[in-house]
């Protein structure tokens, strides 16, 4: 059995050797500001100051990065703070290779940034792995900066892995996918996965998603982050969540085939007083595909369960 996986390995070895080299990196757009972690780590994020006494954070999801969120962020920036970050390995942030990728170091991150910028009355707004990662900052953050919790199509409940993550946790198949295939082959197959409508997937956007991966060290942050996603770190927030006490709206594509909704219905089970609202005709980026839908009832939870004694 080793014999074949290491004639794979000798066969393939040189492609990825000889693979072009990536983009050297990207500009950095105007808009985007800077949070070192520990002195060392860059992560970079968008904010929109509007005086409200509340600010939206905005936490993407896995291979995703801060601009996924414009449809809604355009719209809800008139109206509250909004800030919206590139995780660590992800969009214009660093990309270290110290092996810091699970779940708990990107909340880390979040708790620091909080508090550095001294943000308070905080809404996190998570999506799939970003929601997990908002759940455990606001379980661990114990300042009360947060007030509220929305998570979108979220990683929670130890649903199965989607097979571009498991493919990436592989040893050897991780390693060369970038080699194996093309690297807008492999976009589109991702997008095809998180959208309930294939022609949403057009050759415009496969251009906008394919620069981030072309950045140097960005296969690296996705292979450790894929191999660092530990349920346990979910496990172990389970009963806490039962004790939760934080408003809290649960947003979910009614078409996501990467997390059903059954995990929706679960996660509001945990959670007490969660709202649930599922998007119709969405997939897994309900935020994407039906913007208008997924700001009606983000702008009503907010209005509803966040606004007394603002005005």
Known sequence: MLMPVFALV???????????????????PAGYEEFLYQGQVRIRYQQHWQGHPQTLVFIHGFGANSLYWLPLTDQLRHRYN???????????SDKPRDGRYR????????????EVRDLRRVVLVGHSLGGAVALLTALQQNQ???????LVDSAAQGQPLPDFVRVLRLPVVGLLLPALLPDRLIMRHVLTQVFADPRRVTPELIDLCLPFLKMPGAWEALRETAKQI????LDAVRDA??????PALILWGEQDRLFSVDSARQLQKVIPGAELVIIPNAGHNPHEEQPAATLAAMTSFLQRRLSAGLR
């Open 144 to 150: 009360g900066r947060i007030i509220g919790l929305i």
């Open 230 to 233: 530990y349920w346990e770190d």
């Open 82 to 92: 909004t800030v919206a970050l590139d995780l660590k390995g992800s969009g214009y």
């Open 103 to 114: 779940l708990s170091d990107q909340a880390a991150i979040v708790a620091a940034f909080l």
């Open 10 to 28: 000798m066969i393939l070895l040189p492609m990825l050797l000889l693979k072009p080299p990536a983009l050297s990196g990207m500009e950095l």
């Open 241 to 246: 969540l039962a004790r939760f006490t934080l």
